[in-house]
């Protein structure tokens, strides 16, 4: 999870440039009061232009509002280059706690529906504060305020829209962050994401004591090696990581290891729930191969129209690695060509016109309440409702010799079994890489195909495209020796074997492109701890050899396998460095040393009254 206020590509419209910010805006900073007295420190960008009154965009981050001083501008404005030319106020803050902002840091603040004296803060409160102070303050504005951000800012974005300001009249969070627990970022159904957990917290997880800018150069943790696989299976079980490397000086990652569980620290960090009566328009972003919040989007918007039906609430859908939208011209992601410049549509096509509309009430505001990419087929498509009223729900199922079908087995005993070492995990990724690659959800999965502790399935040859939108459901039944077990399944769109090889575009200038022919690209995977099999905050351990079924569901994909592709599935029990090793041993993760991992032989059943099976919705 990173501050997407990157320099983007000169290709996503027209570049703006420090020379046009300073000739046509100018820069203020504020300390704006907070109802608790604390204050937050704000950088402004006022358009020069004074024949009309402006309205304001908004960006609320845990990152920085760099740089700091009235004298120093940005090269950038707004989530697109056509904004600033467009003429907003651009509005920056330092969430409370970070760097210039005063105040006590608490990582996903978490949301109090009851306020009841001046010091019952949040980021709801926070918002509402900010703005009623700069609708007040800010010379020539229209009274006008949109708020948006991408991952982290997209927390504060979502979070900031309960109980709204009247002056706040939009929002569009995008990757937000809603549950660090079940599906966002650190961990997946109770399974921690290692390395992205690592990785980001021994930098941003560092204490600040006080107010201060951040340092220009923050040096990054020295892992000692480019292979994250090594360098995380020499780490061996977690409470290493503090004793050797952290040392007590990373608050969160201590948090995380005290609360293994969903328990009340996780819960009171779940902004699902207080989606409710929410005013502004929403336009929730992400993308299908977001490895770090695409729960969050997909989230944020299902939960806005279960809990508050009457507001505006839009969902855009693309085919993006984590804020990729906002990053470069979304040709490409990995191998896999989208045959457009997805960003630079979505910014000109969609971004633009919501923020024109609700801002400075241009267009008609027919703006579809659906827009998603269809990965496959390469296309932009509109719906009414998500997943899309039309799409049909379906199961694939798991039959001998690895094949995969829509028909329900007969057999009345029939099962695959694999060993499955913590001491040899299954890599992630086939790439040496320190952590968690861009374009690991679209990876090829042909070297996963070949290992023996992976159960492959595929279907025949597709005669006729097969097109999935909405969310997977994976529908295991399992046995284990071990009391404990993690469950990855993934699914996978393999490439005919006659394809040609197509010259390379670049991305990887490094590295030949694999033949494309019998590519395995994943198009969705996911893990679920099987202990919380029946709860997230009350674990229960496999009974050796028992016959239990382990049901999660995955995030929605838009994909349509194309004629002559094959679909498959791949199951799994461990997905290294990506998820934390299980020792296979009912415990507490956490607290496991090298001892407690052993080995285990896990068994998935595809027989009449115990048909393992991967639920999709069928779109025709």
Not at 532 to 548: I, L, M, V, W
């Amino acid at each position: 999870m990173r501050t997407i206020l990157f320099l983007a590509s000169a290709a996503i419209l027209c570049a703006q440039g420090e020379t046009y910010i300073r000739t046509h805006y100018t820069k203020y900073e504020y300390r704006i009061p907070m109802r608790d007295g604390k204050r937050l420190f704000t950088s402004v960008y006022i358009p020069k232009d004074q024949s009309q009154k402006w309205p304001m965009l908004m960006n609320r981050t845990p990152y920085s509002v760099s740089p700091y001083g009235v004298d120093l501008y940005k090269t950038d404005l707004g989530p697109n280059k056509a904004l600033a030319r467009d003429k907003y106020i651009f509005v920056y803050q330092d969430v409370r706690g970070r760097n210039m902002s005063e105040g006590e840091f608490v990582n996903m603040t978490p949301h109090r529906a009851a306020k009841n004296a001046a010091t019952d803060i949040d980021e709801s409160s926070d918002t509402y504060d900010s703005i009623d102070w700069l609708v007040k303050k800010v010379p020539n504005n229209n009274g006008k305020v949109c708020t948006y951000g991408i991952s982290y800012p997209g927390f504060y974005t979502a979070a900031g829209m309960i109980n709204a300001h009247p002056a706040h009249v939009c929002a569009s969070p995008q990757a937000p962050i809603t549950d660090w627990f079940t599906g966002d970022d650190f961990h997946r159904n109770g399974a921690l994401y290692l390395p992205h957990a690592f990785n980001f917290l021994a930098g941003f997880g560092k204490p600040r004591p006080e107010p201060v800018p951040p340092p220009k150069n923050t040096p990054r943790f020295e892992h000692g090696t480019p292979d994250g696989y090594k360098f995380f299976l020499q780490l061996g079980p977690l409470f290493n990581a503090n004793e050797r490397y952290f040392k007590n000086t990373v608050a969160f990652w201590n948090e995380m290891m005290k609360h293994d569980t969903y328990d009340e620290f996780w819960q009171s960090r779940n902004l699902r729930p207080h989606l409710k009566a929410i005013k502004p328009a929403v336009m929730t972003v992400g993308g299908w191969f977001d490895a770090e919040n695409l729960y969050g989007a997909l989230q944020v918007f299902g939960n806005v129209a279960k809990q508050s039906p009457s507001t505006t609430n839009l969902l855009v859908m693309g085919p993006w690695r984590h804020g990729q939208w906002s990053r470069d011209d979304g040709t490409h992601l990995g191998y896999i060509k989208f045959d457009a410049k997805t960003s630079v549509d979505y910014a000109k096509n969609i971004e633009t016109p919501f923020f024109a509309h609700y801002l400075k009430g241009k267009g008609d505001g027919k703006i579809p309440k659906v827009q998603v990419f269809e990965t496959g087929t390469n296309q932009w498509r509109s719906f009414e409702s998500w997943p899309p009223a039309e799409s049909k729900e379906r199961s694939i199922y798991l039959h001998p010799n690895g094949k995969l079908t829509f028909d329900a087995p007969r057999e009345t005993a029939a099962s695959d079994d694999f060993i499955s070492d913590p001491a040899k995990p299954v890599p992630s990724q086939s790439d040496i890489s320190i952590g968690m690659t861009r374009e690991h959800m679209v990876d090829d999965q042909r070297f996963a195909s070949s290992r023996t502790d992976v159960l492959t399935f595929q279907t025949d040859v597709l005669d006729e495209d097969l097109t999935i939108a909405g969310p997977i459901l994976n529908s295991l039944f399992v046995s284990t020796t071990g009391t404990d077990a993690d469950w990855i399944v993934k699914v996978i769109d393999v490439f005919p074997d006659a394809l040609p090889t197509p010259d390379y575009d670049g991305s990887k200038p490094e590295k030949r492109a694999p033949p494309m022919a019998g590519f395995q690209m994943l198009v969705r995977g996911e893990v679920f701890r099987g202990k919380f099999r029946n709860s997230f905050s009350k674990p229960e351990p496999f009974q050796p050899g028992a016959t239990t079924k382990v049901e999660y569901g995955m995030n929605d994909i838009f994909h349509t396998f194309r004629r002559g592709h094959r679909l498959m599935i791949q199951i799994q029990s461990s997905w290294f460095p990506l998820v934390d090793r299980n020792p296979q041993k009912f415990m507490p993760i956490n607290e496991a040393r090298e001892t407690d991992f052993q080995k285990a032989t896990h068994r998935v059943y595809r027989q009449a009254n115990a048909a393992s099976r991967v639920i999709v919705r069928v779109l025709k």
